[in-house]
């Protein structure tokens, strides 16, 4: 295991199931941070800690519903309880459901904009007053490369992705003692695309998946943001495979 000068940190990672959010909390486990995983997959969460700990490890994890703002604070003050302190909250957590608007998938367009976006929202109204209090720490959160374009099937998804990079945008300006970083993934290896359930958009994003990184690759990247002097903020990476046009 790596050791680092700032790896007593405390960092949150929500969506830590699968995908990015599981590779993310791996990679800096391996470092020496100490995480802190939040899933709906209790499951899940129990075993990739628990491996994280066999390898040497610190991580603890709590079942956490992202669009439940309470859910999102008991899962702050756990990690404080915990650790005795709070460094930075990845808001990973995040559905991709696509479709044309005129499918009018009503309820996939709310379940996006409830995890998506609310979910963020939570994140930091959850942590912001700690960060605040103590005039340090830093949010991580994950748009895309549909926060820059917009697809054919996925309008609603882009738009959530949009608000979550205009959000992080916002909270950067209004900061002066908080980092604020967005991450935007590319194709990547993640359960996201199975969400999907209109056909023709799964045909689309099949063909649009043509070239995908793994999951760890965009792990890397908030692990570069985190690990920057305090004095150093990385605003945005976008990461995509090379074959990826847009």
Partial sequence: MIIRENTQKVVLITGASSGIGEATARLLAR?????????RRTDRLEAIASEIREKGGVAEYRTLDVTNLEE???FIEFAKDKFGRLDVVVNN????PLAKLEALKIDEWNRMIDVNIRGVLHGIAAALPTFKQQQSGQFVNLSSIGGHNVYPTAAVYCATKFAVWAISEGLRQESTDIRVTVISPGVTQTELASTTTDAEA?????EFRGAVIPADAIA????FAIEQPADVDVNEIVVRPIAQSS
């Fill in 31 to 39: 470092n020496g941070f100490r995480v802190v995983l939040g899933a």
């Fill in 72 to 74: 999102m604070q008991d």
């Fill in 93 to 96: 957590a995040g559905l991709m």
């Fill in 202 to 206: 799964a045909q689309w994003l099949a």
């Fill in 220 to 223: 890397r990247a908030i692990a």
